[in-house]
């Protein structure tokens, strides 16, 4: 599986960004000590305040995301992209090549 898919949900208050348990199960599989979660919800104001002095915060979510802590293991996926869960559309893209 060459791309990761993060499903990102708009709500009143904020995103949440999830993955799907087959994608998990995956994570689990390829890199054994790996920690997936299921979910991290962001906050608006806290999403704008963090983009202000760090840069996209999509870009920090993944590897917490996919349970990730070595860069090597992160640059297994190709790409890995966000989806806005009710549009279907991308909404950020992060390339490995």
């Known amino acids: 599986m060459d791309t ?11 995103y949440t960004f999830s993955i799907s348990p087959t994608i998990r199960n995956y994570i689990k599989q390829i890199v054994p000590k790996s920690h997936p979660t299921n979910n ?17 915060l999509e870009n920090y979510i993944f590897p917490i995301l996919l349970g990730l802590e070595n860069q090597n293991d992160i640059k297994i996926f190709n790409d890995i992209i966000f989806i806005d869960t009710l549009t279907g559309k991308t909404l950020h893209t992060v390339k490995y090549d």
């Open 4 to 14: 990761i898919k993060i499903n990102v949900n708009k709500q009143m208050d904020g």
């Open 40 to 56: 991290i919800f962001v906050a608006y104001d806290t999403k704008s305040d963090f983009e202000l002095f760090q840069g996209k």
